[in-house]
């Protein structure tokens, strides 16, 4: 992503650590700090409908809040006052349909790092309850994802785990007839952008950052709300609809393939260039500083605490009575917190 952006932006941007904008594109806590003087700006993003605990702690740091999608846009207004959407992009000169004849099995494909947010588990099921004739069904998922199932999939399943090189992934792209993205939460949803961008007919759910493009895929599915496995709660795709889409995939392919030229012409609306332009127009003109001073973050917490405390925590001692409200570093409410002396 980040260097997607830096690789599109114009031409007259800099990019130095001293300059006096500063752009965190990561989970707001992952930063190290910044210099004296710098104005910040977080690019972020969050999958389902409540911010979580430390996301809301840190985004006080930060003078400027950038999401890739309208769901992050609501969600994160929450909590700052000074929050712009920009969309991710896609490279249309390199996700581009290739051409030639695919030729066997009818082939859906669909991928993701996490299989239960991204739907995995639905577009299984769905598959095996359709039983369709002459179709496979071929998933990329990542090698160090702890949650992929490694046997039991059922019948004309192809789990692929292997790194792929960009050259790679566009090729395994371009042998699918349908791909699925029915994802339960996304910040943006780059997988199925570049299907799109591909010609490839794309189905995908009308969730989070995926509802930017429900216009330039094949199918549209609706979701209900369901628990997530981080915080509140996510989409849950509906697999009727997805198991229709699909046939409809399956038996109309070449109406199916004329949609999807339409995509592929919509998807440049969401170029990496368009991208980078609005990036840097959502963010102030900066300078280099001359004398840059490092600042560390400075995140406090309020706690209450369960029991007396006595304890020597990051070169400092603190001794707290129970029933007490306190404020505390991040660092000591994280310790405090694991040892249950607080609430």
């Known amino acids: 992503m980040l260097e997607s952006f830096k690789g599109s932006a114009p031409k007259t941007v800099v990019f130095n650590d ?5 752009v965190h594109m990561n989970v707001p806590y992952g930063v190290k700090g910044w210099f004296e003087g710098q104005y910040r700006v977080l690019f972020s993003m969050w999958e389902t409908d409540v911010l979580p605990e430390d996301f809301r702690r840190w985004l006080p740091q930060y003078d400027q809040v950038l999401v890739p999608c309208q769901h992050n846009l609501e969600l994160f207004s929450e909590f700052h006052n000074n929050v712009s959407y920009c969309p991710l992009g896609v490279d249309n000169k390199f ?8 030729e066997g099995p009818y082939r859906f494909h669909g991928g993701g790092s996490l299989w239960k ?4 588990d639905i577009l299984v099921r769905a598959f095996n309850a359709l039983g369709l004739p002459d179709a496979e069904l071929h998933i990329k998922a990542a090698p160090h994802a702890r949650d992929t199932p490694s046997t039991g999939l059922g019948r004309n399943i192809f789990l692929n785990r292997e790194w792929m090189t960009p050259i790679e992934q566009r090729e395994w792209f371009n042998q ?41 895929a094949f199918g549209v599915v609706p979701c209900g709300k369901s628990k997530a496995e981080t915080t509140g709660q996510w989409d849950e795709p509906d697999q009727k609809v997805l198991e229709e889409l699909m046939v409809e995939a399956y ?38 500083l001359s004398d ?42 994280k310790v405090l917190s694991d040892s249950g002396a607080i609430r």
């Not at 947010?117 to 995995?120: A, D, E």
């Not at 070449?254 to 963010?283: E, N």
């Not at 917490?301 to 400092?316: F, L, M, Q, S, W």
């Open 18 to 22: 001293n300059a006096s904008v500063h």
């Open 95 to 102: 996700w581009k349909p290739l051409g030639g004849v695919h």
């Open 117 to 120: 947010r991204k739907g995995l």
């Open 176 to 216: 699918a007839d349908c791909f699925v993205a029915v994802s339960r939460g996304e910040g943006f949803g780059l997988m199925p952008l570049q299907a799109i961008a591909s010609g490839i007919p794309t189905i995908i759910s009308d969730s989070t950052g995926q509802a930017q493009f429900t216009d330039l």
């Open 251 to 288: 038996e109309n392919r070449d109406a199916a393939k004329t949609k999807a030229k339409q995509g592929v012409v919509g998807s440049k609306a969401f170029s990496w260039d368009s991208s980078a332009r609005r990036f840097v127009g959502l963010i102030p003109t900066g300078t280099l």
């Open 292 to 333: 840059p001073k490092h600042v560390p973050p400075n995140i406090s917490v309020e706690i209450h605490t369960v029991r007396k405390v006595n304890a020597y925590i990051g070169n400092a001692t603190y001794v707290l009575e129970p029933d007490k409200t306190y404020v505390v570093p991040e660092n000591v409410y």
